[in-house]
């Protein structure tokens, strides 16, 4: 009969989880978390900037060169012979040593002329080379 009864009990019995020890280490970690954000100082100087009136924006510092269908080349709004744009770009990077080349090349450009044209640069001294295709 006692076995009987030991079946009976031990079905009754669901395994149940024990949540103390997870809410313990839980609420251990948020007095952590709490304690380190309080405490925690932005490292470095405070200083105010002093502002300029006479302080002017530059413009931007890009040599333009545009290539067109027919083969001629503007740079500066004027025409430029293919033998002239190195020393046309070396007399710009000279006022601007920091400046950049854009050439804007018509679609119907000749390919050739446009190399010639980068050549020249990079003869100049210039590393950033841009191209652009013109519009449909």
């Given at each position: 009969?006692?076995?009987?009864?030991?079946?009976?009990?031990?079905?009754?019995?669901?395994?149940?989880?024990?949540?103390?020890?997870?809410?313990?280490?839980?609420?251990?970690?948020?007095?952590?978390?709490?304690?380190?954000?309080?405490?925690?100082?932005?490292?470095?100087?405070?200083?105010?900037?002093?502002?300029?009136?006479?302080?002017?924006?530059?413009?931007?510092?890009?040599i333009f060169i545009g290539v067109s269908k027919?083969?001629?080349?503007?740079?500066?709004?004027?025409?430029?012979?293919?033998?002239?744009?190195?020393?046309?770009?070396?007399?710009?990077?000279?006022?601007?040593?920091?400046?950049?080349?854009?050439?804007?090349?018509?679609k119907d450009a000749k390919h050739g002329l446009?190399?010639?044209?980068?050549?020249?640069?990079?003869?100049?001294?210039?590393?950033?080379?841009?191209?652009?295709?013109?519009?449909?």
């Amino acid at each position: 009969m006692n076995m009987a009864r030991r079946k009976h009990s031990s079905v009754e019995e669901e395994a149940q989880i024990d949540m103390t020890p997870m809410l313990d280490i839980v609420f251990i970690m948020l007095i952590f978390f709490i304690v380190t954000t309080s405490f925690v100082k932005p490292s470095g100087l405070d200083y105010t900037k002093p502002e300029a009136s006479t302080a002017t924006k530059k413009p931007s510092a890009n040599i333009f060169i545009g290539v067109s269908k027919t083969g001629t080349i503007m740079m500066e709004n004027r025409l430029v012979d293919i033998e002239r744009v190195t020393a046309n770009v070396e007399r710009m990077l000279a006022e601007a040593p920091e400046a950049a080349v854009l050439i804007q090349a018509d679609k119907d450009a000749k390919h050739g002329l446009v190399i010639k044209v980068m050549d020249s640069v990079k003869k100049a001294g210039v590393d950033k080379i841009s191209v652009s295709a013109g519009k449909d």
